[in-house]
């Protein structure tokens, strides 16, 4: 399994972007789908996730209104919308995959897999 996130780059607050994460798995839908995000000195966390069919997501309280999470199963790609972006959004974004397609899990022990992630940088 491979998972490759692309659309990160350099915005001003207020702006937006679209992250993308092509998965190179046989049958999407078989997994959710998470987005996480690491910023220098702090842990990983837990951004987003998105159900096998795409029917449950679950959002982390400080993007709730901001971030909309998506998926294509027919195009193995998986998305992440940002907007009204803020400068302690800057961090580097991974796309995971869980195993399992029915619950939307916010735990880093839950993903198997893991993308390398890509820098989004908000300044303002």
């Known amino acids: 399994v491979q998972l490759v996130e692309s659309g990160g780059g350099l915005v001003q607050a207020g702006g937006s972007l679209r992250l993308s994460c092509a998965a190179s798995i046989l049958t999407l839908s078989r997994y959710t789908m998470g987005w996480f995000r690491q910023a220098p000195g702090k842990e990983r966390e837990f951004v987003a996730a998105?159900?096998?069919?795409?029917?449950?997501?679950d959002y982390a309280d400080f993007v709730k209104g901001r971030f909309t999470i998506s998926r294509d199963n027919a195009k193995n790609t998986i998305y992440l919308q940002m907007n009204s972006l803020k400068p302690e959004d800057t961090a580097v974004y991974y796309c995971?995959?869980?195993?399992?397609?029915?619950?939307?899990?916010?735990?880093?022990?839950?993903?198997?897999?893991w993308g390398q992630g890509t820098q989004v940088t908000v300044s303002s």
């Open positions: 998105i159900s096998g069919s795409g029917g449950n997501t």
């Open positions: 995971a995959a869980d195993p399992q397609s029915m619950y939307v899990n916010r735990g880093r022990s839950d993903y198997d897999y």
